[in-house]
């Protein structure tokens, strides 16, 4: 993320921060505009900018697992959360918010479907 985004965008920050540190960079403006822009097109080229953090991370692979790219959402996501407190992801959580994505992309896939097939 902080490849793409860039320091000028997202700050740094670290693990070793202080709890109260890292509530204060999660509400700071930047970080509030990089989680707001998750989902966004980043350029001209409408590609998200979860793509281009999923291309940095999963770099020239075709077919990613669903898996793999539903982890990098969620990482992403909870990351920049301002309602979930901590940089560092436990694996309960994101356990919990893997399989939301991997039901939301199963939802999203069968809604294209259905219009494909009613088209």
Known sequence: MF????EKELPMIKS???PSEIANWKNTKEVADCYKKLFQSMDSTDALVLDRIIDKVLPF????P??????????CTTLLNPKYERIQLSEKIMKDKVAHFL???????IQIMIILILN
Request: aromatic share 14%; with cysteine.
């Open 16 to 18: 070793t921060y202080s």
């Open 61 to 64: 692979e075709k077919n990613r």
């Open 3 to 6: 490849q793409i985004f860039g």
């Open 66 to 75: 669903l898996i793999q790219v539903a982890l990098i959402v969620a990482v």
């Open 103 to 109: 039901v939301s992309f199963c939802n999203l896939f």
